[in-house]
């Protein structure tokens, strides 16, 4: 099992910017794909980016695509996901998560972000 712990969340105005980090501790995380997920209120959670164990392949939701960029960094066990050109509907509270194939069993426990218009 892989232990996550998400930080960096708050509150920004519109069209700010905030990078959000994943510590990971306990099974090899870079032999996991690693991604972000978040849940805003009364909504289900949803998928918005992927990197893969070695670090390549990132993927996009359409929603955030040329505004968050995810990466990793395995010899310290870190993922992170900047955010720039944040909109009031990128509020939610974020997840990371890994696993392989698209299955994720690990997740962390979430970090608030709330953009104010």
């Known amino acids: 099992q892989v232990q996550l712990v998400e930080s960096g969340g708050g509150l920004v105005q519109a069209g700010g910017s905030l990078r959000l980090s994943c510590a990971a501790s306990?099974?090899?995380?870079?032999?996991?794909?690693m991604a972000w997920f978040r849940q805003a209120p009364r909504k289900e959670r949803e998928f918005v980016a992927v990197?893969?164990?070695?670090?390549?392949?990132?993927d996009y939701a359409n929603s955030v695509k040329g505004r968050f960029t995810i990466s990793r960094d395995n010899a310290k066990n870190m993922g992170y996901l900047q955010m720039n050109s944040l909109k009031p509907e990128d509020t939610a509270v974020y997840y990371c998560?890994?696993?392989?194939?698209?299955?994720?069993?690990?997740w962390g426990q979430g970090t608030q972000v709330t953009v104010s218009s």
């Open positions: 998560a890994t696993g392989l194939l698209g299955k994720y069993d690990d």
């Open positions: 306990g099974r090899t995380f870079s032999s996991y794909d």
């Open positions: 990197i893969s164990w070695s670090g390549g392949r990132p």
